[in-house]
């Protein structure tokens, strides 16, 4: 199958390959969390460990990878005047785009 | 062209009467893009709550607002529904309860444990926080 035609199978597996590593995060932080109340310093050196920094970012980057398709699919659906779909999908992208920066750099100006 | 008046010329997906596995996957769609509306506030506030110690205690605060708590609650139900939604399409794609009544059962589960998950939610989350 050639790069172009395999363009569905990329996002239907790149769809689930977010799905499952956004579910094993989330286990592991509600796991991790435990439900009790978190003072500030903890919650910041939590996020600042390097294993949590590193995972976290990777989460925040298979969430919105996961929300992409999601969104595209939801627009490819509903959205039918070719001009009107590609400037909401241009639209959500850029919004998506902007999303992993400042998500990403939150993150990053913790971890050092 | 002489078509009969009582047959349905269009269809509104208001007036059929839609399956299990329909509401399932419609109700899949609209949690998605429940959640995605709300990245921007949630990005937000982890910003906030790892600037300072201020900006923790402002973002805590924030999250108190019954509006925010409201917001949370469907953003919890959202999560839940998607979530299980989504496990159950992966076990289909690798024909796991792929027979129509097994899908039919597991399509009214997801459903009901979103609705579970829902009320809780109200009952034990939201209510006592507007009460107090």
């Known amino acids: 199958m050639s790069w172009r035609a395999a363009a569905g199978l990329r996002s239907w597996l790149l769809q689930r390959l977010s799905a499952v590593y956004i579910v094993a995060f989330l286990l592991a932080l509600v796991f991790a969390w435990g439900g009790e109340s978190v003072p500030f310093d903890t919650w910041r050196a939590w996020v600042a460990h390097p294993l949590v920094n590193v995972g976290l970012m990777l989460f925040l980057l298979a969430l919105l990878s996961h929300a992409w398709v999601g969104a595209r699919d ?39 | 062209m002489n078509h009969s008046t009582d047959r349905p010329v269009f269809l509104n997906l208001l007036r059929i009467r839609q399956s299990a596995m329909a509401l399932l996957s419609i109700f899949h769609r609209i949690s998605g893009i429940l959640m995605v509306l709300a990245l921007p506030a949630l990005v937000y506030l982890l910003g906030l709550s790892l600037r300072d110690a201020q900006g923790f205690a402002q973002a805590v605060n924030l999250l108190q607002h019954p509006v925010a708590r409201f917001v949370l609650l469907l953003l919890g139900w959202a999560l839940a529904h998607h979530m299980l939604a989504g496990i159950r399409f992966m076990l289909l794609d690798v024909d796991v309860g792929i027979t129509r009544a097994a899908a039919r ?22 209510l006592p926080g507007v009460l107090s």
């Open chain 2, 105 to 126: 059962n597991s399509a009214w589960l997801v459903l009901l444990v979103g609705l579970a998950v829902l009320v809780s939610l109200f009952v034990f989350y939201w």
């Open chain 1, 74 to 112: 939801v627009v490819m659906d509903y959205v039918k005047p070719v001009q009107l779909r590609y400037l909401v999908l241009i639209g959500i992208g850029l919004a998506l785009a902007g999303l992993a920066i400042w998500s990403l750099r939150i993150v990053l100006l913790v971890g050092g």
